[in-house]
């Protein structure tokens, strides 16, 4: 029911609320140590898991001995500086036990909107789930502004699961997923326990943001939002009680939580969205057996670059057309202009000596959308 066991790639939210020990306001490591058996647990049977984690500007504010609810910008900034550090320690001790190394992430809002920062967190985020660690993800609080940042870590876990592809969002909740009404306040309210599609009716059941914890700033309706942009980009998002000491098994052994089903895959959402959401900034003229191998769904090397046109940047979107001047797709550039004009046809192992550094090939077909037969993409 709950897609999770068949998921390859996994992002989990963990809210305040859970990482937060209401009693003593210290990390709940109880609870940490749990849910980190429960993450080992799937990465044992080939799964990938990213944890977005909420809860520095609490630990940071006891530190600090900011007892007022109301914390002004330069108090929520300090307070996350100084507690980021307890929480990362608190994540490492709970994998410790299970010799898993975690990995602090932190990011802005730029970092998923802004095309060369995106390929930059995702290649880090790839990289390191590669070298079987745990990247623990949150906002960075210490430099954002109102005006600049996500809000919310729901959004936050939304937007890195757009961006390393993942199959399912989990957004651990205070309550068993999404219901008809607020079962806190209703109690005729009934349990929802799929959503094909999201509607206005799915929008209005869900409410408005959470206060009753008295940590955090989500809520379910913060948590419908951030499951539109996954399933946009083909990602299901789940919405489960966290308060449970290994709230993914539970899932999987039928407890109650709500599946909000992807509106596509996340391979095509993510070809739509080069071939349709982005304006090329230049053009790239490949030979015959580049052409060919394109096609066939390779990567773009620099060996099959016959012109480079335009001025674009590391990350930017550009045409690929062959000597016959039709287009074959579009692809995100892994290197700028003027290194793309040092570099074409050249084999891979020469790039390095030529530009210093290399990225591999010059469009990956993981980042290509190509053009149906006699189209533009």
């Not at 190394?101 to 990011?107: D, E, G, I, S």
């Not at 799915?202 to 408005?208: C, D, L, M, Q, S």
């Not at 000597?323 to 550039?333: A, F, K």
């Not at 003027?338 to 980042?367: M, Q």
Request: include cysteine; charge should be positive.
């Amino acid at each position: 029911m709950s897609s999770l066991g068949g998921a390859k790639r996994i992002v989990v939210k963990v809210g305040s609320a859970l990482v937060i020990d209401g009693e003593t306001g210290e990390a709940d490591r109880a609870w940490l140590t749990a849910f980190a058996a429960d993450v080992v647990r799937m990465r044992a049977r080939g799964q990938q898991v990213l944890v977005v984690s909420s809860g520095a500007v609490a630990l940071g504010r006891r530190r600090l001995g900011l007892t007022r609810k109301a914390l002004t910008l330069p108090e929520k900034q300090a307070a996350a500086a100084a507690g980021q550090s307890r929480l990362m320690r608190a994540w490492e001790e709970a994998f410790e036990p299970h010799a898993v190394a975690c990995a602090q992430v932190l990011m802005t809002r730029d970092d998923t909107e802004v095309r060369r920062r995106w390929l930059n967190g995702r290649a880090t985020v790839e990289t390191l789930l590669a070298l079987r660690a745990v990247p623990v993800v949150n906002e960075n609080d210490t430099v954002v502004t109102e005006e600049i940042r996500y809000g919310d870590n729901d959004r936050l876990a939304a937007r890195v699961a757009q961006m390393i592809g993942a199959d399912a969002l989990v957004l651990l909740s205070d309550v068993d997923g999404l219901y008809t009404a607020d079962p806190r306040r209703d109690p005729g309210a009934s349990h929802i326990a799929r959503v094909p599609r999201l509607t206005a009716e799915i929008e209005a059941a869900a409410g408005g943001a959470n206060s009753g914890a008295g940590v955090g700033t989500g809520g379910m309706a913060t948590k419908i939002a951030a499951a539109r942009i996954a399933s946009a980009a083909g990602c299901a998002t789940i919405i489960t009680l966290g308060r449970r000491p290994e709230p993914l098994k539970a899932v999987e052994d039928g407890q109650p939580a709500t599946v909000i089903e992807a509106a596509t895959t996340t391979a095509a959402a993510y070809k739509a969205w080069i071939a349709g959401s982005l304006a090329p900034g230049g053009a790239l003229v490949v030979d015959a057996g580049a052409a060919t191998a394109l096609r066939s769904g390779k990567s773009l090397l620099a060996a099959g670059v016959k012109a480079v046109e335009g001025g674009f940047g590391k990350g930017d979107a550009v045409t690929i057309r062959g000597e016959d001047g039709r287009e074959i797709g579009r692809g995100l550039s892994r290197y700028d202009a003027a290194d793309a004009r040092k570099i074409a046809g050249l084999r891979s192992d020469a790039i390095e000596a030529a530009i210093g550094y290399t990225a591999g090939p010059l469009i990956h077909a993981d980042d290509l959308a190509l053009a149906r037969s006699g189209e533009k993409v």
